[in-house]
């Protein structure tokens, strides 16, 4: 039995106690009392097939996974700025430069397929990992008889689907959860993958047609809540029923306005105690056919026009609709604003919900760092060191050799002038750098100053000065009292 505190009060014993967990005939209590495995194995694959069919059928699910996918990946994706130092702690400016090159020639072509680069593979492995909660690459480095990397590092990735990792694959003697083999401390030592995916056509998925993949080899990106959590689950799993009550009830709104614009009318013939139905039917149905501006002159003695009103569309679905949408937005750690597309507001209450909004974004956006982007530019280091494309310098900390930025996108201004002040602010007294800036705005601060040192050294081919706050000027001969000239800067107009 458990064991039940009791305070004393005024010489009486008194229980203490949680009201939420007392019986209640008013509270349903639900609870959930498996393990993380155990909850995921009950229900991760029908949250997943219903997270697909939202991203196939409803367009607020749809925009969801992109505001998602643009917020914490990008365009540009996550760059990857080197930082290799050398003894003196200081960054090895030569060294670092032949990272990016090779690095450059690598996201071309990261994967064995030739068909995405690396910012568009990461935005798919996101966008995989947000809708069905989880996504598997798996590395494959050195020379391969059947493989032709594409690329100078010899160095490839396979995108996987979650499909082929069998959630219904369980051997507990061999410690096997939904597909993934652990050791005795619960870390993943191989994945028994299907070979072909079990949803095609031309596919009968077996036990025996699994494949064994060491865990070294597979990255898995995924979702998670709890501790010891083998397997992913959908961002949606806490929206899926409001989203599909949002899209039922617009979609019973737009046929009632359907119905409403079909518009119906009705012949009251006298009142009740006057009408008889068999004596006043006419002998020839009459046709009364609407048309603008119509006037009625055939009603019968006492008989008058009625139309249906059917008050549609609902005056009050706006307000219902956003307050759905703020829940989904919540539930999904996006912002309300951006998955609405409703930006009404001053420029403070828009600023604060980008601010906490962004607080979530940058949290998913570390995570995928910390289980993809970290991960793969390390094991491309390997290889490069393994293929011989890149040599260690005397000069260089072999312990630093991994070191890196990783840019993730940044948090748009909403006021670009007060934002620009503000960092020439902080900048002016010390307290953030410029290359820091630089990479608040998603660009890697040595490609900046290379284009703005190219830059102004075609400014001075050209015989023109570089002011710093008017750019390129010309200069123009002025007379002296000599008879000589001097130059005098024009700014541009």
Known sequence: MGKQVIHWRGGQPVKAYYEAARPDQQRKRRRETGSADTAVLRAGLSLREQARHLDQNHDIARGVLDVLVKNTIGHAGIQVDPMPRDREGRVHKAFARRMRQLWRDWEKKPEVTHQLDWPAMQRLIARTRYRDGEALIQQIKGVQDTLDHGTKVPYSLEAIEPDLLPMDYNDHNQRIVAGVQHNGWGRPR???????????????????????????????????????????????????????????????????????ASMAAYIKKGDAASYDPVEDEDEDPRDLRFRPGMVFDTLMPGEEIGTIDTSRPNTNLQQHRDGQLRAVASGTNTTASSISKNYDGTYSAQRQELVEGWGAYQILAADFVSQVSRPVYEAWIQAALEDGQLLIPQDLDPDTINDAQYIAPQMPWIDPQKEANSFVTLESAGYISAPEIIRRTGRNPDDVLEQETAWREQVRERGMNFDPVFGPVESEPQPTQEGGTNARVRSIK
């Open 190 to 260: 191989f994945y028994h993958l299907y070979r072909e995916h079990p949803g095609s056509a031309y596919t009968l998925p077996t036990a025996q047609q699994l494949r064994t993949v060491p865990a070294d080899r597979i990255l898995h990106a995924k979702l998670v809540d709890r501790f010891n959590q083998t397997r992913g689950v959908s961002i949606f799993a806490s929206v899926l029923l409001r989203l599909d009550d949002i899209k039922d009830y617009e979609e019973s709104e737009r046929i009632a306005a359907k119905v409403a």
